[in-house]
């Protein structure tokens, strides 16, 4: 069975800073691995999504990387801003599970001004 | 262009009563999926549907729960006998389904569930 483990939990930091948010799954055959924000009481926002094949993708200040063979995937935020406050998901497709998503718990992420 | 709308976005009931969510997908997406986001859970797959193809219903937690997508298009979540546990925020999400390795899925807001 699939495991999407998000680390870490929670992170706090002054505007303008660099970040990495981690994530790794347990078994490597999969199709793609998909990024999303979600702001509270609200649904999510996709940011990037990246193809088995892929190695990273970018998006404005977010870059997605994949490392698949090894089970782990980055998100890297550049410049940080307060308005980038959210809880992080990320999601793996599998190629055994059909089109369903199987999601980590998330990172809640606070930038502070 | 329009997103994935959903319906009601907040819904409360007592134990015992039967409830009917409802998604409208992107216009032109054939797939459609219902997630379900639970404190200490995180989100968990529900069902999938894919053009005229059946379901998979591989994610319902009990025969309580089911859903339809009439015409291809709208889709409706029923949960019978809704109990306490049932309490989450149903998410619907659709996708483009261009080729079987790309799916990038688009989520609607959700309906918060809460079962008294």
């Known amino acids: 069975k699939q495991e999407v483990t998000q680390i870490p939990a929670a992170l706090s930091v002054p505007e303008g800073e660099n970040l990495v948010l981690n994530c790794s799954f347990t078994d490597s055959a999969i199709y793609n691995l998909q990024w999303f924000r979600q702001d509270p009481g609200k649904g999510l926002t996709s940011l990037l999504l990246?193809?088995?094949?892929?190695r990273e993708q970018t998006s404005g200040r977010l870059n997605a990387s994949l490392d698949k063979s090894s089970g782990r995937s980055t998100l890297y935020i550049a410049a940080s801003q307060p308005g980038d406050s959210a809880t992080y998901l990320c999601?793996?497709?599998?190629?055994?599970?059909?089109?369903?998503?199987?999601f980590g718990e998330g990172t809640q992420l606070t930038v502070n001004p | 262009g329009a997103g994935v709308s959903q319906s009601p976005s907040n819904k409360v009931t007592e134990k015992g009563k039967d409830v009917e969510l409802r998604c409208d997908p992107i216009?032109?997406?054939?797939?459609l999926y219902w997630y379900r986001q639970s404190l200490g859970q995180g989100l968990e797959f529900l069902i999938y549907f894919q053009g005229n193809s059946a379901p998979d219903k591989s994610g319902l937690p009990s025969d309580r729960f089911s859903a339809e997508r009439t015409g291809g298009s709208v889709s409706t979540l029923t949960i019978q006998r809704t109990q306490q546990e049932d309490s989450a925020v149903y998410l619907c999400?659709?996708?483009?389904?261009?080729?079987?390795?790309?799916?990038?899925?688009?989520f609607g807001p959700g309906t918060r569930l809460t079962v008294l």
């Open positions: 999601a793996v497709r599998q190629e055994t599970s059909g089109s369903r998503l199987t």
């Open positions: 990246i193809q088995s094949s892929q």
């Open positions: 999400a659709s996708s483009l389904r261009l080729a079987p390795t790309y799916n990038e899925q688009f």
């Open positions: 216009s032109g997406h054939t797939a």
